[in-house]
C-alpha cells in the first residue's frame, strides 16, 4: 500500500468499517479477510475502525428487555437462522461505498459515540400485558419529548374495531391518549405535557373499541390488557 493515494486510501477505510459492520457480501469479505493477513495498511485501518464501534457499544447503556419481548425479537431477527440483521433486510450486498460511509458517519460523532435521539424518563415504563399473553407492549415515558414510546407485540383489531389506549390515573377518569386502528411494531406517541404530572402510578389500559374510538370518552369494550406505571422515576 505504500504507492497508495487518498483515493485508494478513503476506499480501504469504507472497505474496513463494512467489514467491521458486517455489511460485506461473502466475495468482498473473503477478500477483506485475505487482505487482513497480507495488508499492513489495511489491517490498521481495520483495527481503527474495531475500536470506533467498541466505543459505540459501550457507550449504549444497556437495557433489559423484557422476556417474552426479547424472545420475540429473536425468533422475528433469527428465526429463520442466526444471519445478520443487515442480511435478513437485504441490504448487505446492496450497499455501496457512500451509503456505507453514510451510515458510520450517522452512528459514529466526530468523538465516536453515539448520541440518543430522546431521553426516556428514567424508570417510568411498564409492560401492558393481557392475561393469556396474546397482548404485550411495552410503554416508556420520554418526559422531555412529552411522548410515550410503545414497543408492541400484539395483533391488530379485527376489522370494524379499534383498540384505543386509555391514562387511567390513581384518582380521576379514564384519559384517552390514542385510537389505534392499525398496530405496528413501534409506535410514538406525543401526549400534552400537563398529563406528566398525572402518570406516576397510574395505569395504561387498551379497551376494545369501535371504529374511531369510544363514542363517549370513556372505555365501552372490554379491557384487553393494562398496566401500572411505577410511583417514582428510577
Do not use: Y
Request: charged share 20%.
Amino acid at each position: 500500500m505504500s504507492g497508495a493515494g487518498p483515493e485508494d486510501r478513503d476506499h480501504d477505510s469504507v472497505l474496513a468499517a463494512e467489514h467491521v459492520l458486517g455489511l460485506l457480501g461473502a466475495e468482498e469479505a473473503a477478500e477483506a479477510d485475505r487482505r487482513l493477513q497480507t495488508d499492513s495498511g489495511f489491517r490498521a485501518l481495520h483495527r481503527d475502525w474495531t475500536e470506533r464501534m467498541a466505543g459505540v457499544a459501550a457507550a449504549v447503556p444497556p437495557v433489559e428487555a423484557p422476556r417474552r419481548l426479547r424472545r420475540r425479537i429473536q425468533q422475528r431477527l433469527f428465526g429463520g437462522g442466526a444471519r445478520p440483521l443487515w442480511r435478513r433486510l437485504g441490504v448487505g450486498t446492496a450497499l455501496g461505498g457512500a451509503l456505507a460511509a453514510a451510515l458510520v458517519a450517522l452512528l459514529v460523532s466526530e468523538a465516536g459515540l453515539l448520541t440518543p435521539q430522546r431521553e426516556a424518563l428514567p424508570g417510568l415504563r411498564t409492560e401492558i400485558a393481557s392475561a393469556d399473553g396474546t397482548v404485550l407492549i411495552e410503554a416508556r415515558i420520554d418526559a422531555a419529548a412529552s411522548a410515550l414510546d410503545l414497543a408492541i407485540d400484539a395483533e391488530g383489531p379485527p376489522a370494524g374495531r379499534a383498540h384505543q389506549l386509555w391514562l387511567i390515573p390513581e384518582s380521576g377518569e379514564p384519559i384517552s391518549l390514542a385510537v389505534i386502528s392499525e398496530v405496528q411494531p413501534e409506535i410514538v406517541l406525543p401526549f400534552e405535557p400537563d398529563l406528566l404530572p398525572l402518570m406516576p402510578g397510574a395505569t395504561l389500559a387498551i379497551s376494545d373499541e369501535p371504529a374511531g374510538g369510544s363514542p363517549t370518552g370513556a372505555p365501552t369494550g372490554a379491557v384487553l390488557a393494562s398496566g401500572t406505571l411505577p410511583e417514582e422515576a428510577g
